[in-house]
């Protein structure tokens, strides 16, 4: 099966810790991205990489950082969590930029 | 800003009843922006319904339809008779073209259809 795999489906954790979310495509796309949908439902992008390369840094806190290993892998670490971080983070890919985007299922995180 | 605006859910309708889902867009960032229709099923992950790259066209998939409506910058979703299988969540998003990739979504649309 070829898709976009995110792992975990669900994180609980206190204020102050790290985490770290896995995302992995099987579709040989070049492009991934990771978005982000808050309590309001707003679905909006955090990052996009192209063949392993930063291309889009919204305005997101310093303490969100992607991590691309390959162009198969892009996982997100968030150091010290906070309240407002608390969301559904997903994860996509794309075969070029600008090509039609696959999304994974989500990761949702409860910050406590 | 690139902005997207659909209707407020949740919308429910009876089968066999048609749907419209409202989507109207601002796009300060670029003139013509591409225009898409995503869905999310119960337990799936989000996923593409239909796409129009050129104003004035008409996009369409598994009995849904939208027309890239550019002199009143809308989008709006059609379908003439629903089925309790097409309750999930809509989103309609715009897409800077370029070198970004971006897409800039509207909040969703849930639609329940009742049997």
């Known amino acids: 099966e070829t898709a976009v795999f995110q792992t975990p489906n669900y994180h609980v954790t206190q204020v102050g810790n790290e985490v770290s979310f896995n995302c992995k495509q099987t579709?040989?796309?070049?492009?991934m991205y990771w978005y982000k949908q808050d309590s309001k439902k707003l679905l909006k992008i955090m990052f996009s990489y192209n063949n392993k390369q930063l291309i889009v840094n919204e305005t997101v806190p310093r303490r969100f950082s992607p991590q691309s290993s390959d162009k198969a892998h892009l996982n997100l670490r968030i150091k010290s969590v906070e309240p407002e971080d608390s969301a559904v983070y997903l994860c996509a890919s794309s075969a070029t930029l600008n090509t039609e985007v696959f999304f994974g299922k989500g990761t949702r995180l409860t910050v406590v | 800003g690139d902005s997207v605006t659909q209707t407020e859910g949740p919308v429910t309708v009876s089968e066999s009843e048609s749907l419209i889902i409202n989507c109207t867009y601002s796009?300060?960032?670029?003139?013509?922006?591409?225009l898409f229709w995503y869905v999310r099923y119960p337990g799936e992950g989000l996923q593409l319904l239909l796409k129009v790259i050129t104003a004035g066209q008409k996009g369409s998939s598994r009995g849904f339809e939208a027309t890239y409506n550019k002199e009143t910058t809308s989008f709006h979703l059609q379908k003439a008779s629903v089925q309790e299988s097409d309750s999930a969540v809509y989103y309609c998003?715009?897409?800077?073209?370029?070198?970004?990739?971006?897409?800039?979504f509207g909040l969703g649309t849930t639609l329940q259809v009742q049997p």
């Open positions: 579709l040989g796309h070049d492009t």
């Open positions: 796009a300060t960032s670029i003139a013509y922006p591409n």
């Open positions: 998003a715009l897409g800077i073209t370029g070198n970004t990739g971006k897409l800039i």
